[in-house]
């Protein structure tokens, strides 16, 4: 979903007050009169900060997708997070700034360590958790896809090792047993000691 922050802002010229125009008093001048653009868009940002209820359609529509976003955002990344268990780092998330004054989370990230094991059967049970942990959320993205699938490459990998390692130890059994007794009792010579 993209959000736009291009929607139109209504500002109109008010009564304001200029702290730095202040009466013989020394008490600060209230006048009326128009502001420049900048002012008053400064203006009227420190009030929407002050009362989020006064935003116009367009802002509270751009407010309503930055808070679905930031909700859909922040449980994805926790979803990595619970499948990864121990593979998996803290969520760091991008921010955009709403009408409103607020910051909404409108992306995020997660680091996934995708480790060997010390054992073909270690390595394979952390590629299976990498791809949990990928593709655990409901709507996984490319780059979930991507890790996942090198985590399937990575348990593949693992898979023919383990099948290596093992036709190894079937045949050292084989040889083992096939090889040719070197000792033989009818060759051999016997002497006999008499008294």
């Known amino acids: 979903m993209q959000v736009s922050m291009n929607a139109p802002y209504q500002v109109t010229s008010a009564t304001y007050v200029n702290p730095s125009n202040k009466d013989e008093s020394g008490d600060v001048a209230v006048k009326n009169g128009t502001k420049s ?20 359609d367009d802002e509270k529509r751009i407010v309503t997708e930055l808070q679905a ?13 619970a499948a990864g268990g121990g593979l998996t780092g803290g969520a760091s998330f991008s921010y955009q700034k709403g009408p409103d004054g607020r910051m909404y ?11 060997g094991g010390s054992t073909p059967q270690e390595t ?6 990498v791809q949990a ?3 655990a ?24 090792e383990l099948i290596k390692e093992q036709q190894e ?23 006999n000691i008499s008294a």
């Open 105 to 115: 989370a409108i992306g995020g990230e997660v680091s996934i360590a995708t480790k």
């Open 133 to 135: 942990a990928a593709m």
């Open 37 to 56: 653009d900048e002012e008053k868009n400064s203006q009227k940002s420190q009030e929407k900060k002050q009362n989020p209820n006064e935003l116009n």
């Open 124 to 129: 394979i049970a952390n590629a299976r958790q």
């Open 169 to 191: 130890k079937i045949n050292g059994a084989k040889e083992y047993h096939s090889t040719p007794n070197n000792y033989d009792d009818s060759n051999s010579n016997s002497l």
């Open 69 to 81: 976003r930031d909700t859909e955002v922040r449980a994805h990344e926790a979803a990595h997070q």
């Open 137 to 160: 959320p409901a709507n996984p993205s490319g780059q979930d896809y991507a890790v996942a699938t090198s985590a399937k490459v990575m348990e593949m990998k693992a898979q023919q």
